[in-house]
């Protein structure tokens, strides 16, 4: 399936994406080679802690979501080119058995000034878990390629 151009998108448009559900082992994992705290580590060290239990690194939620992003439904041709990631958040910790749900939503949409076969688009990445409760959102300005070069 072709990917989207910058001229198929408008404002408001929203993005549905996939489910993973984290486990405690992949926690440890992921902290072990990235973010090696206590509350990452170990759920008996965890308890003792301002969590009171083992909690994914954000780094590991964001980097769940950025995988939903990828495999989703918003599909920009060319693939997902990041140029600035802007109000990272992590309102609520991510725990083990967590469902993490991603969706997308378009902000701002411009054309490049300089470069007619591209444009730029902000868009709210948001993760949820099973309750529906944000465990982490973020804004990413991505380059995306124009259908139509006007020179």
């Known amino acids: 399936m072709p990917g989207l151009y910058l001229e198929d998108l408008k404002l408001g448009d929203r993005f549905q994406h996939?489910?993973?559900?984290?486990?405690?082992?992949?926690?440890?994992?992921?902290?072990?080679q990235f973010d090696p705290q206590a509350f990452h580590l170990d759920e008996k060290a965890a308890r003792r802690t301002f969590f009171r239990g083992l909690v994914a690194s954000g780094w590991h939620t964001a980097s769940i979501g950025m995988r939903l992003f990828v495999q989703g439904s918003f599909q920009p041709e060319g693939g997902f080119i990041g140029v600035a990631v802007d109000e990272l958040r992590w309102p609520r910790p991510t725990r083990p058995g967590d469902?993490?749900?991603a969706d997308s939503e378009i902000v701002e949409i411009s054309r490049s000034a300089s470069r007619s076969d591209r444009g730029r688009i902000?868009?709210?990445n948001t993760i949820r878990n099973q309750r529906g409760e944000v465990v982490g959102s973020l804004v990413a300005t991505m380059i995306m390629k124009r259908r139509i070069s006007v020179r």
């Open 18 to 32: 996939g489910s993973h559900t984290i486990t405690a082992g992949e926690i440890v994992e992921f902290a072990r």
């Open 99 to 101: 469902i993490l749900v």
């Open 122 to 124: 902000k868009v709210r």
